[in-house]
């Protein structure tokens, strides 16, 4: 009987080591992709360029020109690719090479709306779906950067969040946040392992109660 309980007792201690290797394995993944999305950022503001993610350059918008499928402060992201692989209704991102605008030598996001294939060269007329004319400049391989995957409003208002004024006191109080939920999590784990020590402890006495009364009665 007590072979038994060693047996439970030993596969209920393997099954949680392992749960909890998982766990850890887990959360160190996630630490290492923090790093390298800080890491990239950083990079990104050092050397006034585009942070690129996993093939993918993330972009802040900052004009209405494609409201209301992308608004202000939405970030994009941008798949690195060639000229070649756009289609008729992307969404392209490219710099803008139009001295006549307020924009020139910035980031453009605008939609693909016709492509044509001049001797081998592609050019790309595009325009912001909010805008009453298309874009004078085309687009070429030159100033070209790639096509939008995805975009996230969430993320884009968290990173404007994060360098605002008030910054320091929303970081304060995810801390604060965090700290709490870990000591609650904390306690909550030493309550369940209190409870999971009583219960094996009833079925040990339980079960020599029982082996007891077995041999009393092989005995009679």
Do not use: W
């Not at 080591?17 to 996630?30: E, N």
């Not at 870990?182 to 309550?191: F, G, L, P, S, Y």
């Amino acid at each position: 009987m007590n072979n038994n309980i060693n047996e439970v007792k030993k596969d209920d201690s393997k099954a949680k080591r392992i749960i909890k290797l998982i766990g850890k394995i887990i959360t160190y993944l996630f630490i290492l992709l923090i790093v390298y999305v800080v890491l990239k950022v950083v990079v990104g503001f050092a050397t006034k360029t585009p942070p690129k993610i996993f093939n993918h350059y993330t972009f802040t918008v900052m004009t209405p020109s494609m409201e209301p499928d992308i608004l202000v402060d939405d970030i994009v992201f941008v798949r690195s690719t060639t000229i070649d692989k756009v289609k008729d209704g992307d969404v392209i991102s490219f710099i803008c090479t139009d001295i006549s605008m307020e924009v020139y030598g910035q980031t453009i996001v605008h939609k693909a709306i016709k492509i044509e294939n001049n001797n081998g060269s592609i050019e790309i007329t595009t325009k912001g779906i909010n805008n009453p004319l298309a874009d004078n400049e085309k687009v070429t391989k030159i100033n070209f950067i790639g096509i939008v995957d995805a975009k996230s409003t969430m993320l884009g208002k968290v990173y404007k969040s994060l360098i605002s004024a008030y910054a320091i006191i929303y970081v304060f109080g995810l801390i604060v946040i965090l700290k709490i939920t870990q000591d609650a999590i904390k306690k909550i784990k030493e309550v369940k392992k209190e409870k999971e020590n009583n219960l094996l402890k009833e079925q040990i006495k339980k079960n020599i109660i029982d082996s007891i009364n077995q041999e009393n009665y092989e005995k009679k």
